[in-house]
């Protein structure tokens, strides 16, 4: 369900609620955060996260009129999933700015190879990347992307039943293939209700 001004808090009372709302979407968060290995992660965005996103961008910028809030929540909500899917920023992370920008030269295209698999022989269904603009360039790729994992009902109600999960990357600068934890694939079947 998408958010609504109504939703918000005004400056002054997210002021109040800031410590204890950012604790609670950190700890959210925890479980909605995949590893693809030492350099990638999937964090997978929800109501709550996207929430807490928009409170922030407020804050910071002190934006309190109506209309530039209808703007953030016009451009954060797409992030919100729907029910059939998930939605998840991807990003590749390297400590040494020197070593991303290296390892990016070689990563053009990672983001279509990214996916996630119910079941040990399931279909690999592949992420649907970047629907904002196109972040590779030549041979390069950017260090974050935008993705969205669409599900029919059959995998959902797989899910459901206790089906393992597996999520991983078929590029060849950061190939792997995990099994997700049980704990975090509770986590993301609550965004398939």
């Known amino acids: 369900m998408q958010l609504k001004r109504s939703d918000l808090w005004s400056l002054e009372e ?3 609620r ?3 709302f950012r604790s609670e979407v950190i700890a959210h968060k925890k479980r909605r955060n995949i590893a693809l290995g030492p350099h990638a992660t ?3 965005e929800d109501r709550l996260t996207m929430h ?3 409170q922030e961008m407020l804050r910071v910028e002190r934006i309190f009129e109506a209309a530039e809030i209808e703007e953030e929540l016009a451009s954060y909500n797409p992030l919100i999933p729907d029910g059939s899917n998930w939605k998840a920023t991807f990003m590749i992370e390297y400590g ?4 991303r920008k290296v390892a990016l030269a070689t990563m053009g295209g990672i983001e279509q190879t990214v996916w996630v698999r119910v079941g040990e ?6 992420a649907i990347t970047n629907e904002d603009m196109e972040r590779t360039r030549d041979e390069k790729a950017a260090a974050v992307h935008f993705m969205r994992f ?3 009902q059959t995998a959902v109600a797989s899910l459901k039943s206790g089906t393992a999960l597996f999520m991983g990357i078929d590029h060849a600068s950061l190939p792997g293939s ?3 934890a049980e704990d975090q694939k509770a986590a993301l079947i609550a965004d398939l209700d």
């Open 14 to 16: 997210y002021a109040s």
């Open 96 to 99: 040494d700015v020197e070593e």
């Open 52 to 54: 807490y996103q928009i």
């Open 150 to 152: 669409e599900f029919d």
């Open 121 to 126: 022989t399931g279909d690999k269904i592949f």
């Open 42 to 44: 999937l964090y997978f």
């Open 178 to 180: 995990y099994q997700v």
């Open 18 to 20: 800031r410590e204890a």
